[in-house]
């Protein structure tokens, strides 16, 4: 138990430390904080024996209520002083809703907070992923114009976005869990608005509304539940549902698919893009966004057969189309997001399977995408902040200038698709748990072929990136662009975490070891053979241009997308949302 | 023992097979047509030619290409894991695009782009396939599929499909467009030459051995129906590639994912219901 | 052991360059590729890829505009290499000769090793053209194996050397020319 209270209460106890003392007293904390959460996240993990269940005493009930009350206001007034319609209506539609949820009174009770081998996982990603954001952070806001208050408090606000995130994933009561979930959206309110001009407002606001559609199902849900089930407990919620009242466990599964940016909601996390690129590295990799798997994780076990399969063709859908989306984007950001945001769809799809082997793949999914995407994103803001480059047109040649970048790069999209690393693996065991399914119930036919070409076009879209930074021009001189420590270190360690992963799926056996071997040996014989070849005799000739001399300029090739066919993309996505809504009342 | 063997020589009965399609193909046209060795006299030819490379990239993604591809089809005599061999595949050929994208060279961009399309007509099937056989067998296990009972009549329609990845897999009429020769020169092995080509042309001919493989899969156990369906299937995409004209990239993605998909889609939900 | 190095003309993969001709030649050369004359039981391949052939066959008198392309191509050509001028225009300037925006034959760039007089040249002169041209290319590799052996075999005067003399003709030149 101390594990997590330490693990909540460490984070909440530095967002206030972070204001006193000068930086380096800030930076050398920060950096002994994040040591410490990450051992303890992985002490839980190896010493992890049994599912923890305990009560909280009622006097935090009354805080967390206070809380509540504080944060909906908050957003009534966010809306109401910038005057944005949504906000003010689904702020007052929550308070309304919780108001009626207190005056319901369910009787089955159960422990507040709920430790599994599931949240012991996704603890270890919050934790460590979460924490080398953070340091990398300390390095990126010094590089921005802000006073030193305020950089104070973008540290201070992301270490309070870990506390929410432990806390959520420990959780067990579903009042407790709205709250959270709030907090995560508030948190991701204030950061995406960080920098305070038009544009972040509008696309904070966008992020805001959008979550409270999520906060809205939770809090149907809780009525619900109380209602039919007399509990607002998940594991009561979970140990006895009836396959005839399933519909607090679909509107919870709504908030995830909000909360997942799933395509009808796809809008805010893309626009939460204008903040400092810190704050996408975590929403998109070790917090936030994986509330959504995790959510549905935990409900995968109530879900009914029908349920179940439209949770599952929803999520390969979002795989599909989001990826599909993203072949026509060209800004670093956009690509990485879109990619987010179809591998959450595909997490999510995986959970509600809910298999044994399903299960595995959507935690391992869960656990590389963070690494991958946070390697990714870290290297998007050193473009940014080193080269001033956010599109991918202009990164022609980077190899040139910075080789290690585009290590990182490298690294990070082969990591999302190829053999060996854990990303594939989660792959691979998504197609053999879906073909499992397809023996049962041939509508999942219909899952795999989103999930073949959803994965066909990352594969494309990835590449498509790669390819640009190797496109080396015979002439140019190499001019190494120094990067800061800082920097790099976070990388590497991300780099690390990917090949202790592999390590892991060479102990568990989802491979033969042949299978994890040859690829590994494949890419280790890449610099091998740099190194080996020299091509001394070899002529260095230019390319063949037809005899012409001219020079050539080499752009990149988009994919033109039609507006019709996001639209349509967005529509079937909502078609979707609404039959699992409608089909679970019928 | 015999895998072993099996695998150290198959580039050089991919090169036979090659050269004998070389020849039929020339008889097809009522010509005689090169020895049946041809292959290797080219072969023979590279090594004296003074080797001429761009950069070292280039050049070592395309030697990855061919040994990441004969690793894949290492693995299917082996017996391995039918989607693993499926996305090692794919592995290596993005080996190659990213070769073809490491030069400046205008046709080798194309040839590259057109090969990441071609992938994208054709791996949706390839994974479509492997679940197939996995309802069938229960296993993605290849040694598993080789002992069951012959697959075609219960995947007739997935080997439909499979027939018409076969052209664009081996760069044939009309699914050659990733290839071109003479429109965009070879695409993306425009920039090797010398020793270095001779990397790509050998993978050419692992690229035969490693679908004729898949396609021998559909005979189960047997191995009299493999080698009649190698011989018709040879035929057959012989005879369409002299008998068509290449199609557009743009073409070809919908003529293969529609028909291919639907094709496969029918056959799982078929084989779901059975 | 039986003579391995005898296998080495057996692929000769042509390079076709059209530097101004009228396209009687090069129709002449796509024909010996057709299933009548067959060029492909030599083992030729039309690769049009400079760095993958062997044999550069060009038609045409060499044009003002496409000497620059002649030369660059010519140069991409690893070696060992033939250069086979087909028809005779590409051999001598032919009916183009003498005009003011035409250079006369491909020699005045490139080294020519073979010359195929005709206008148009016939599908058999080409093949007998090539399969000379597989003669020069394989003592062209042996050359290359002993590079001493070049410089002094080949005529030198007064330190040019003269390809026109040592070529192979094929057949007569048009006494016309
Ligand atoms: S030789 Fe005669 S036929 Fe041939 S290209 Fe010249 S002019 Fe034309």
Redesign the interface.
């Known amino acids: 138990m101390s594990i997590y209270s330490t693990l909540i209460a460490a984070p909440l106890l530095f967002a206030v430390l972070v204001f006193v003392g000068t930086r380096r007293v800030r930076d050398v904390l920060s950096a002994i904080f994040i040591v410490i959460l990450g051992a303890l996240s992985l002490s839980n993990i190896f010493s992890f024996n049994a599912p923890l269940e305990m009560s909280l005493p009622e006097t935090f009930h009354v805080l967390f209520i206070l809380i509540d009350v504080a944060v909906l206001a908050y957003f009534l007034w966010q809306g109401a002083l910038l005057k944005h319609a949504y906000v003010i209506f689904f702020a007052l539609v929550q308070i309304l809703l919780y108001g009626a949820v207190m005056f319901l009174s369910p009787s089955i009770v159960s422990g507040d907070i709920f430790v599994d081998d599931i949240s012991a996982v996704m603890l270890l990603v919050i934790n460590i992923v979460g924490g080398i954001i953070i340091v990398y952070a300390l390095e990126y806001i010094e590089n921005e114009e802000f006073t030193s208050l305020k950089k104070n408090g973008f540290i201070a606000m992301l270490f309070f976005f870990l506390a929410v995130m432990n806390f959520i994933v420990c959780t067990n009561n579903i009042e407790i869990f709205f709250l959270l979930f709030e907090l995560t959206t508030l948190c991701s309110y204030i950061l995406i608005a960080y920098r305070g001009d038009a544009l972040s407002r509008k696309n904070a606001l966008q992020a805001l509304w959008m979550n409270q559609i999520g906060g809205i199902a939770i809090l149907a849900a809780l009525i619900f539940s109380i209602l039919q089930y007399d509990t607002v407990y998940f594991d009561v919620l979970i140990a006895n549902s009836n396959p005839l009242y399933l519909l607090p466990i679909v509107l919870l599964a709504i908030a995830a698919f909000v909360k997942g940016a799933s395509i009808p909601f796809d809008k805010w996390l893309l626009g939460a893009m204008v903040a400092p690129t810190p704050v996408s590295a975590i929403l998109h990799s070790a917090t936030m966004v994986k509330i959504a798997p995790y959510l549905m994780l935990k409900l995968a076990p109530a879900m009914s057969g029908f349920v179940s399969l439209t949770i599952t063709l929803i999520g390969t859908f979002v795989f599909f189309s989001a990826s599909l989306l993203a072949l026509s984007k060209d800004y670093f950001k956009e690509i990485l997001g879109l990619s987010t945001i179809a591998l959450l769809g595909l997490m999510m799809a995986l959970a509600a399977i809910g298999t044994p082997e399903a299960v595995t793949a959507c935690l391992v999914l869960i656990v590389f995408h963070a690494i991958s995407k946070a390697l990714l994103f870290l290297q998007a803001g050193i473009l940014e902040k080193n080269f001033h480059l956010k599109y991918v047109d202009d990164i022609n040649g980077l190899v040139n200038h910075a080789p290690l970048v585009v290590f990182f790069i490298v690294i990070g999209f082969a990591s999302l698709t190829l053999p060996p690393f854990g990303a594939f693996i989660a792959k691979f065991m998504a197609i053999e748990s879906i073909a499992g399914e397809i023996i049962h119930n041939p509508l999942y036919a219909f899952a795999l072929i989103f999930l073949a070409l959803g994965s066909v076009f990352l594969t494309l879209l990835y590449f498509k990136v790669v390819t640009k930074l190797f496109a080396k021009d015979a002439d140019v001189k190499s001019r190494h662009v120094e990067i800061s420590k800082f920097y790099t270190i976070p990388s590497f360690l991300l780099v690390f975490l990917l090949l202790i992963g592999m390590y892991i799926s060479f102990e568990r056996a989802f491979l033969s070891s042949l299978e994890i071997v040859v690829p590994l040996v494949l890419i280790a014989l890449i610099p091998a053979l740099f190194s080996l070849l020299l091509f001394k005799k070899a002529h260095r000739v230019k390319e063949y241009n037809c005899g012409e001399k001219d020079d050539i300029q080499l752009s990149m090739y988009y994919f033109h997308m039609p507006r019709r066919v996001q639209i349509t993309l967005t529509i079937l996505a909502t078609l979707g949302m609404w039959i699992l809504l409608l089909g679970t009342i019928v | 023992m015999i895998e072993i063997l099996l695998i150290v020589c198959a580039p050089l009965i991919g090169g036979l097979i090659y050269g004998l399609e070389r020849k039929m193909r020339a008889r097809m046209q009522n010509r005689q047509g090169p020895p049946l060795l041809q292959p290797f006299y080219d072969m023979w030819k590279l090594i004296d030619k003074q080797a001429f490379i761009i950069n070292p990239y280039h050049t070592i993604l395309g030697m990855m290409h061919f040994i990441s591809l004969w690793m894949v089809v290492a693995f299917i005599i082996l017996g391995e894991n039918l989607l693993y061999v499926i996305f090692l595949h794919l592995l290596s050929s993005i080996f190659l695009i990213l070769a073809g994208f490491s030069v400046k060279s205008i046709y080798s961009h194309i040839g590259s782009n057109r090969e990441l399309l071609a992938i994208l007509a054709y791996e949706p099937i390839l994974i479509m396939l492997g679940v197939g056989f996995f309802i069938l067998n229960g296993s993605f296990d290849i040694s598993v599929i080789r002992e069951n009972s012959p697959a075609l009549a219960s995947l007739f329609l997935l080997f439909l499909a499979f027939l018409m990845l076969i052209p664009i897999k081996l760069k044939k009429s009309p699914f050659d467009a990733s290839e071109a020769h003479q429109e965009i020169v070879g695409g993306v092995e425009i920039e090797f030459s010398g020793v270095f080509f001779e990397f790509l042309y050998m993978a050419k001919w692992l690229e035969y051995i490693f679908i004729y493989l898949l396609l021998m899969l559909f005979a189960g156990d047997n191995i009299l129906l493999g080698t009649g369906l190698f011989a018709i299937v040879f035929f057959l995409v012989n005879l369409v590639d002299n008998a068509t004209a290449r199609i557009k990239m743009s073409h070809l993605l919908k003529i293969v994912l529609g028909i291919g998909l639907t094709l496969g889609m029918c056959n799982l939900i078929g084989l779901s219901y059975v | 052991m039986f003579n391995?190095k005898k296998?080495?003309?057996?692929?000769p993969?042509i390079l076709h360059y059209n530097a101004g001709s009228c396209n009687g030649c090069d129709i002449e050369i796509l024909a010996s590729l057709a299933?009548?004359y067959?060029l492909?039981?030599?083992?030729v391949v039309?690769?049009?890829?400079?760095?993958?052939s062997?044999i550069f066959l060009v038609t045409g008198p060499v044009t003002l505009r496409s000497r620059?392309?002649?030369v660059?191509?010519y140069m991409?050509m690893?070696?060992?290499k033939v250069v086979v001028a087909v028809g005779s225009c590409s051999c001598t300037g032919g009916v183009f000769r003498d005009m003011y925006n035409v250079e006369d034959g491909v020699d005045r760039y490139i080294p020519v090793d073979v010359y195929i007089p005709g206008c148009a040249v016939s599908p058999e002169l080409i093949i007998d053209g090539l399969v000379q041209g597989l003669e020069i290319l394989e003592q062209k590799?042996k050359e290359?194996e002993k590079p001493l052996k070049l410089f002094k075999e080949s005529t030198c005067e007064e330190g040019i050397v003269n390809r026109r003399d040592t070529a192979l003709k094929v057949g007569k030149i048009d006494e016309k020319n």
């Open positions: 391995l296998y080495r003309k057996k692929s993969w299933p009548k067959d492909e039981r030599f083992g039309n690769t049009g890829n400079p760095k993958q062997d620059e392309r002649l660059e191509l991409q690893p070696e060992p590799t290359m």
